[in-house]
């Protein structure tokens, strides 16, 4: 089946601690996204890449890194600096180019305490 | 990109036409409509996406007003499973915006038997 994986769906780690949410598509998809969501809120996007090697800030980039060393992975880090990093993190791909639709993964849930 | 407005919430019985409506008065004329739900605690699901003309798929129906200032998105039968948040969101198409999307607070869609 094609789609997008994302793993763990729940994650739990301690203040100070950077953590690495993983992120792997097999549909082929050039451009990838990572999206963080809190309660009752939309989205809000904090990294993409249209191609590997590359990727860009979103909106909210700060206390994150990200990496694109294969077309199917986009993996990212929450790091200590990062002053509210409990969320719903949510990554998707899509083509590159024109009218394209972005496909989501299921999301994981990080709770920092 | 343009800002969208939606009725926080809309109930529907199961069975009957579920008419949700979008207002974006600032869309300018290189940017899509676009729908996409998110079932509860899951990943934002695709639905449709029109430019100006009224689109149609398996899922739903797109209306696109004529001067484009608003669009409704018609999901004709609905079931329980309908029941999720419904975001519209306006943006150009990917090229070297890296294909953002802006999500707002949605429409919360309640189905009942």
Redesign the interface.
């Given at each position: 089946d094609g789609g997008?994986t994302q793993s763990p769906k729940y994650l739990f780690r301690k203040e100070g601690q950077n953590v690495t949410l993983s992120c792997e598509q097999n549909l082929n998809h050039d451009?990838m996204?990572w999206?963080r969501q809190d309660p009752?809120?939309?989205?809000?996007?904090i990294y993409?890449s249209?191609i590997v090697n590359d990727f860009?800030k979103?909106d909210i980039a700060e206390g994150y890194s990200v990496s694109r060393e294969k077309k199917e992975s986009f993996p990212l880090t929450v790091t200590s600096a990062q002053k509210n990093p409990t969320a719903?993190y949510?990554c998707?791909s899509?083509i590159?180019?024109?009218?394209?639709?972005?496909?989501?993964?299921?999301?994981t849930?990080l709770t920092v305490t | 990109d343009a800002k969208t407005t939606q009725p926080p919430s809309m109930d529907c019985a199961e069975g009957r036409a579920a008419n949700l409506p979008c207002n974006h008065s600032t869309i300018s004329g290189n940017e899509?409509v676009?729908w996409y739900r998110q079932i509860h605690?899951?990943?934002?699901?695709?639905i449709i996406?029109g430019?100006k003309n009224n689109e149609t798929n398996e899922m739903a129906s797109l209306i696109i007003t004529e001067d484009r200032k608003s669009s409704t998105l018609i999901l004709p039968h609905a079931t329980l499973r309908d029941t999720a948040v419904y975001?519209c969101i306006v943006r150009v198409?990917?090229?070297n915006q890296?294909?953002?999307?802006?999500?707002?607070?949605?429409t919360e869609l309640s189905v009942k038997p």
């Open positions: 997008i451009a996204y999206y009752g809120q939309g989205l809000r996007l993409y249209q860009q979103g719903f949510l998707a899509s590159v180019g024109g009218a394209d639709e972005q496909y989501f993964g299921p999301g849930r | 899509y676009y605690s899951q990943g934002p699901q695709y996406h430019l975001y198409a990917a090229g890296g294909g953002k999307l802006i999500f707002g607070q949605g």
